[in-house]
């Protein structure tokens, strides 16, 4: 499908969230300057390693609720670099005729592209090459895998705290809003976000490392994470600390080690869901 679009040359002069962020779960994918500012923050912030892989933890949570709820398509904006279990193989888990589609900006991202794209036989698994912030494009390009009439699970995953609000020429509500208009009623949006309430000036150093390295870095509150479900329908247990989020096992260990200064939530989009073919 878009696995083999042209990208812009991957720039080593500075650092990239999504190498960090490969950096913290102990990826291979990541250049010298990525490590340094990875350690840097880490420094300061000694739960980003933590944070990072309850994120992925708190990904599949999410998605295996969702798929046992009956979703079968599933949306993954700012995907990262691949680290097993990926999104399609939790879903396709759950029911393997589930079709996922994958979109990230970053050309690492998508010279890794074909790692992402062995999926199930019953089901499929797609990548498009584009920028969360072209809403238009990328709901385009994702429609050519994807049935916009029928349930989407809409993954934002340790993204938004990456987008600025209208004042920092982003618009992240209205960018999130706009995704979530063009789903059908039953869709879900899957998201977490970096907060300051947790953690205040540990993370208030994180950010200040993050944009001294170009990166521009947006922790928000519980309020203003809240704001993105506006409309929405938020499954149990709510917004939540990140491994609160119906918590196994070893988030529950993860939990004891300590706070780690993220919010969680999920949340289905409310109209009657047309029945599954």
Not at 12 to 17: G, V
């Amino acid at each position: 499908m878009t696995g083999s679009d042209a990208a812009p040359q991957i720039d080593t002069s500075r650092p990239h969230p999504a190498r960090v962020y490969d950096w913290w779960l102990g990826g291979k994918d990541n250049y010298p300057v990525d490590e340094e500012l990875a350690r840097r923050i880490l420094a300061l912030d000694n739960t980003a390693v933590r944070g990072a892989r309850a994120n992925r933890r708190f990904m599949h949570r999410a998605v295996r609720t969702v798929a046992e709820a009956g979703i079968r398509q599933f949306l993954d904006i700012g995907t990262g670099i691949p680290t097993e279990p990926n999104l399609h193989q939790v879903a396709q888990g759950v029911a393997p005729e589930a079709r996922v589609v994958y979109a990230d900006n970053d050309p690492i991202v998508l010279r890794h592209a074909q790692a992402l794209l062995h999926g199930s036989a019953e089901g499929s698994t797609d990548y498009v090459h584009a920028d969360v912030r072209d809403v238009g494009t990328l709901l385009a390009r994702a429609e050519e895998s994807l049935d916009f009439t029928r349930p989407v699970a809409l993954s934002l995953v340790a993204l938004t705290h990456y987008l600025g609000d209208e004042a920092d020429g982003d618009d992240v509500y209205g960018m999130v809003g706009s995704y979530v208009a063009a789903l059908a009623p039953g869709s879900c949006l899957i998201l977490s976000q970096v907060t300051p309430d947790l953690n205040p000036e540990a993370v208030a150093k994180a950010a200040g490392a993050f944009r001294a390295g170009g990166t521009p870095f947006h922790p928000r509150s519980i309020t203003e994470f809240r704001r993105f479900f506006d409309g929405l329908e938020l499954l149990g247990p709510g917004v939540i600390p990140v491994t609160g989020w119906r918590p196994e096992a070893e988030d529950v260990a993860v939990q004891a080690e300590g706070v780690v200064p993220v919010y969680a939530g999920v949340a289905r989009k409310p109209g009657p869901a047309l029945p599954r073919p």
